[in-house]
Nanobody, 120 residues
Framework: QVQLVESGGGLVQAGGSLRLSCVAS????????MSWYRQAPGKERELVAV????????NYPDSVKGRFTISRDNAKNTVYLQMNNLQPEDTAVYYC?????????????WGQGTQVTVSS
């Protein structure tokens, strides 16, 4: 019954913004580090953001640093990805991921993905 359900994807023009949401259920959300990954056609899956279980630390690759912001609300079991100044190379399916900490460290859960398309 573990579920990660993404929403907020869509079609935007270059320079535009989107906010993705991922609502979790069926596990102890506050004990999981949360991440966003993306995969474009013909390319490997790429990590784009990660946040610690308590929200105290975040990390981003250079490709999105300064444009994307990950955040979480443990009271709502939700993680967000704010994407600003989107570019065509950001076009991909975006996936929400949860990785357990402590006694849950062997757990790794994935959402179904949401499509983001950026037109030039």
């Amino acid at each position: 019954q573990v579920q990660l359900v993404e929403s907020g994807g869509g079609l935007v023009q270059a320079g535009g913004s989107l906010r993705l949401s991922c609502v979790a259920s069926g596990f102890t959300f506050s004990r999981y580090a949360m991440s966003w990954y993306r995969q474009a056609p013909g390319k490997e899956r790429e990590l784009v953001a990660v946040i610690t279980s308590n929200g105290g630390s975040t990390n981003y690759p250079d490709s999105v640093k300064g444009r994307f912001t990950i955040s979480r609300d443990n009271a709502k079991n939700t993680v967000y990805l704010q994407m600003n100044n989107l570019q065509p190379e950001d076009t991909a399916v975006y996936y929400c991921n949860g990785r357990g900490t402590g006694m849950f460290r062997n757990n790794d859960y994935w959402g179904q993905g949401t499509q983001v398309t950026v037109s030039s």
